[in-house]
């Protein structure tokens, strides 16, 4: 099978239900949204959970994605069945061993995670965001585990019960939002329960998968098995190289926290719709392709690793630029159609929207790059995505002291926070709050992307040029024709009048949405683009029937 149809079949599969766990999880931030609002609890909630999920991005999916897949294909392709089992026994249980001590870990420094992640929040919330951290931590040992276990079936393509396993945290957590919170003297503990109770039913999900693959083992204290010994040499290095976005939130969620109550909120819910279509077509992709560069890096045939790099990016194009501008034209219906209710009102719709358009512009950058850093990887180059994030951190920092406007701290404000002050006084240029940020981030992102492809494509002389810069050239002309379409059909409705009704909302942003798929797909189809016949690939056969694959 050619390794363009391995990567379509693979990000179909990924992306169909990838999107059914972003569908859960939009109805987990709507039901959040309307019972929570963004206030003090909320703010809390977010930054317990987000400390726990960044490590997991960082440690768990780094490791899945960059260090466990090479290496586990390196042994299916070289090795015996027997060596193969004897790798995950002891990969399995080092991984085991070091979650377990991380999460004791950070259940004890609850407390300094907490002040170094929110350093603005006053003393009441900053004690329930503490509490509620303490709870959360539970979630990184199962997180790390389901990371691993992606990895591992990733590297034999198999793909859907990692991707459908999300779907079981935001059901979760929405079970205990809707069934627990009522029964406790502070609700916003019910979604930490639902949290940690979603980890240990998507660790679960992944066993029948593993015992079909003939990969489930009992995990084996063995830290010096070769395996172990090289996956913690590419650990490092990993972690950072691909966690350039995370930590660029991390910074996110402090500065955010030195303006006021709501806005770690408000950045939150901006982000989760920022992250939809970045994890339902974008994800999909680099997970897909990660595989097929790591067999061809293995096999030395960097010719046909340059060509399905070119074909993810071609894909890339087609997805993502039609996707973000529709992004930066329905921010304001998609984000009133999902949080306008109950104790969201309009101002933080119009507020969140804002953030929401500026993160849109970094999608693109976010796509290329995370698919950069997967050659480099199977290249095993780990040493350049490092430098790039490094880089790029400096940058999304001191953009975001840059167009974020002056803080005003209090004189006993911990000395974290009087130190952003301080810093933000000095190089403050404009007064964007919480929108700076956004685009603080976008903007770093970029820097990251062109530094990563500068390396890239002197590695691969042999890179399809011609029809990435055709495909880039024709996705921009027909994402402009769509946006006219698009902002008339939204145009029909007044977003922020609370008398309209919520199905109302939803069904003219569906149809704005369905007018841009129709005016952007119609041009690609008259103008024969092959991208669009391989964009349709990624859907199931069974709702197609079968499509001539023009690659």
Do not use: K
């Amino acid at each position: 099978m050619r390794e363009e149809s391995r990567i379509v079949r693979a990000a179909g599969q990924i992306g169909v239900l990838t999107l059914l766990s972003r569908v859960t999880g939009l109805v987990r931030d709507m039901l959040i949204a309307g019972l929570f609002g963004a206030g003090s609890a909320t703010d809390a909630f977010f930054v317990a959970f987000r400390i726990p999920n960044l490590l997991r991005r960082l440690v768990g999916e780094g490791a899945s994605n960059a260090a466990i897949i090479p290496v586990v294909t390196e042994y299916v392709v070289h090795h015996s069945r027997a060596e193969t089992q004897a790798m995950l026994r002891a990969v399995f249980g080092v991984t085991s061993g070091a979650l377990l001590l991380l999460t004791g870990l950070g259940i004890v420094c609850a407390a300094p995670l907490v002040r170094l992640f929110a350093p603005g929040f006053d003393p009441d919330t900053l004690v329930l965001a503490v509490a509620l951290t303490e709870l959360t931590f539970a979630y990184l040992f199962w997180v790390g585990l389901l990371a691993l276990a992606t990895g591992v079936c990733h590297a034999r393509r198999h793909f859907s019960a990692p991707a459908f396993a999300p779907v079981l945290l935001n059901t979760a957590i929405i079970g205990c939002a809707l069934g627990v919170s009522r029964f406790l003297a502070e609700p916003i503990f019910s979604l930490a329960y639902g949290v940690v109770l979603g980890g240990v039913l998507q660790v679960a999900w992944q066993i029948p998968a593993l015992g079909r693959l003939g990969l489930l083992v009992r995990p084996q204290w063995r830290p010096r098995h070769p395996a172990v010994v090289r996956i913690g040499g590419l650990l490092v290095p990993v972690v950072f190289g691909a966690a350039v976005y995370q930590l660029g939130l991390a910074v996110n969620t402090v500065l955010a926290s030195l303006l006021g109550a709501g806005g770690v909120s408000a950045l939150w819910y901006a982000s989760r719709l920022f992250e939809f279509p970045q994890g339902i077509l974008v994800a999909a992709l680099a997970s897909a392709t990660l595989p097929s560069l790591a067999a061809q890096a293995q096999q030395g045939n960097l010719a046909g690793l340059a060509q399905s790099l070119g074909f993810a990016l071609r894909l890339t194009n087609t997805v993502v630029v039609p996707t973000s501008l529709g992004l930066l034209v329905l921010a304001v219906p998609m984000t009133a159609s999902l949080f306008f209710r109950g104790a969201f009102p309009a101002d933080q719709v119009v507020h969140t929207a804002g953030i929401l358009q500026a993160f849109a512009l970094g999608l693109w950058p976010i796509a290329v790059s995370r698919l950069l850093v997967s050659c480099l990887y199977a290249l095993g180059d780990t040493r350049t995505p490092v430098r790039t994030a490094g880089l790029s951190l400096v940058v999304h920092v001191g953009l975001s002291l840059v167009l974020m406007g002056s803080l005003s701290v209090a004189p006993d404000a911990s000395g974290l926070a009087r130190f952003f002050g301080r810093l933000s006084a000095a190089l403050a240029v404009s007064d964007y709050g919480l929108v700076g940020l956004g685009l603080a981030s976008s903007l770093a992102m970029a820097v990251n992307m062109l530094l990563l492809a500068v390396v890239v494509f002197r590695r691969l002389p042999q890179f399809p040029w011609s029809a990435c810069l055709a495909s880039l050239a024709w996705s921009l002309l027909a994402a402009a024709v769509m946006a006219g379409p698009v902002w008339l059909v939204a145009g029909q409705i007044q977003w922020l009048d609370p008398d309209v009704p919520v199905f109302g909302r939803l069904a003219v942003l569906l149809a704005a949405i369905g007018v841009g798929v129709v005016s952007f797909g119609g041009l690609m189809w008259w103008a024969r683009r092959p991208d669009l016949t391989a964009l349709l690939g990624l859907l199931p056969e069974r709702l197609l029937g079968r499509l001539p694959q023009r690659l």
